[in-house]
């Protein structure tokens, strides 16, 4: 079946550096990927569309300039956390459409010290 | 979007079927029926989908009311590797960037005693 692969699975950064976390559809296609963000005991909340060739369209708010996302090819897209501060430290999966069907990538915990 | 109502939580003893419900009581015509799980510190995962037919995979069974206000997630015979949360979402399917924007609710936790 269709795979989305995240990757790093974890990451631990320091307060006030990047973080880049990329999302690939290994055996399709994607034009529109999704990230979301997961707090502990939390449902997901998806954070921002990203399309293919495009900027990214993001949910109310969410810091566009905080939350960089690039789509630069057909199965990759790209989740940069800026400056990131503690209160960053989440659960961040992303999701692509395949056919009929979203599938989600294994998700990447980012811990921010 | 139309949304959905779910237990928050539900137990089942390994081996024995479950049955959980969702409420959709404001399902518009073009609204699919979709039930991801998510497991402990892992991504959603697929389970199954239906628009208005039961529907049947290797995973569980869709039972989806006449009226479509509310549907059921069958799991014939529950296995430890089971104990998810279970999300029932509706969306339509189409090839518009938005379709595949999924919006989770709470979901259902399923825990599975042996």
């Known amino acids: 079946g269709a795979v989305v692969s995240q990757h790093p699975s974890r990451v631990i950064c320091k307060s006030g550096t990047s973080v880049k976390i990329e999302c690939r559809s290994l055996?399709?296609?994607?034009?529109?990927m999704f990230w979301y963000r997961q707090f502990p005991k939390q449902s997901l909340m998806l954070m921002a569309t990203s399309n293919e060739g495009s900027k990214a369209t993001y949910e109310q708010g969410v810091e566009k300039d905080k939350f960089l996302i690039n789509h630069a090819s057909l199965t990759l897209s790209t989740l940069t956390v800026t400056s990131a501060h503690p209160e960053d430290s989440s659960f961040y999966i992303c999701?692509?459409?395949?056919?009929?069907?979203?599938?989600f990538g294994e998700g990447s915990w980012l811990t921010v010290v | 979007d139309a949304k959905t109502t779910q237990p928050n939580s539900m137990e089942s003893n390994e081996e024995e079927p479950v049955h959980l419900p969702c409420n959709h009581s404001?399902?518009?015509?073009?609204?699919?029926i979709h039930w991801y799980r998510q497991l402990p510190s892992q991504g959603p995962e697929y389970v199954i989908h239906g628009l208005t037919s039961n529907v049947n995979n290797r995973m569980a069974s869709l039972a989806i009311a006449e009226d479509r206000k509310s549907s059921t997630l069958i799991l014939h015979r529950a296995t430890l590797r089971d104990a998810a949360v279970y999300y029932c979402?509706?969306?339509?399917?189409?090839?518009?960037?938005?379709?595949?924007?999924?919006?989770f609710g709470k979901g259902t936790k399923l825990s599975v005693k042996p």
């Open positions: 404001t399902i518009s015509g073009t609204d699919y």
């Open positions: 055996d399709f296609q994607a034009t529109t």
């Open positions: 999701s692509a459409r395949g056919g009929d069907t979203i599938y």
């Open positions: 979402i509706l969306r339509v399917h189409g090839y518009g960037g938005s379709q595949g924007n999924l919006i």
